[in-house]
Structures are given as structure tokens and as C-alpha cells.
Nanobody, 125 residues
């Protein structure tokens, strides 16, 4: 069973940066598509970013393109989300997700197999 543990969330001001981490255990990390999603109160879950098993492909939600960067370290079983120029509308719980695949690249949350417990990011104006 794969376990995902997010860290790095917190309270920051608009314009600041944060780096989220997601540590994976219990499976073969390097074979997995990894993604970040977020959910704000009263809103649906939103795709943030995804990265292929070898880091060769990455994709971003429209609201974060140019500000967020996803990366991974397969030697450390960890995926990162660097968030720059944060805005109050980025406030949400951020979730790490994993999908068992070498081939499929998806931004749909319902197609991921494993989820972390989430980390809160709050951006004040």
C-alpha cells in the first residue's frame, strides 16, 4: 500500500513563496505519475500540476502556470511543488496524488490511485 505524506504548507503573505513536499513510501515511486491537487472551502477539487514517472513531462492548471513548478526526486521518493508569487486565491488544502502508470498522463483526480492527507496553504492579502 502506497502512503503519501505532504509537508511544507503554512501561512504566507501575497507574493511570497512556498515549497511543498510529498514523501512516498510502500511502493515503487519511480513508476508512478505524480500530481498535486487543491481544494478550497466550498469549491471543487482543482488540478494544480502533474509530472510523469521520469520527470520528462509536466503539466499545470491554468491558474498556476508560470508561478508553480513541479519536480521529483526518484532517489528520495519525493515530489515537490514550488509555489511562487502566491495569491490569496491560492489558499486551499493541497493534496499529493499518485497513479500507477508508465504510459498514461492524466490531470483528472478521479484517475489517481493514492492520495495524501493534505497540507494547508493560506495566503493573506
Amino acid at each position: 500500500q502506497v502512503q503519501l505524506v505532504e509537508s511544507g504548507g503554512g501561512l504566507v503573505q501575497a507574493g511570497d513563496s512556498l515549497r511543498l513536499s510529498c514523501a512516498a513510501s510502500g511502493g515503487t515511486f519511480r513508476t508512478k505519475l505524480m500530481g498535486w491537487f487543491r481544494q478550497a472551502p466550498g469549491k471543487e477539487r482543482e488540478f494544480v500540476a502533474a509530472i510523469s514517472w521520469n520527470g520528462g513531462r509536466a503539466d499545470y492548471g491554468n491558474s498556476v502556470k508560470g508561478r508553480f513548478t513541479i519536480s521529483r526526486d526518484n532517489a528520495k521518493n519525493t515530489v515537490f511543488l514550488q509555489m511562487n508569487s502566491l495569491k490569496p486565491e491560492d489558499t486551499a488544502i493541497y493534496y499529493c496524488a499518485a497513479k500507477n502508470t508508465f504510459v498514461v498522463f492524466t490531470t483528472r483526480g478521479d484517475e489517481y490511485d493514492y492520495w495524501g492527507q493534505g497540507t494547508q496553504v493560506t495566503v493573506s492579502s
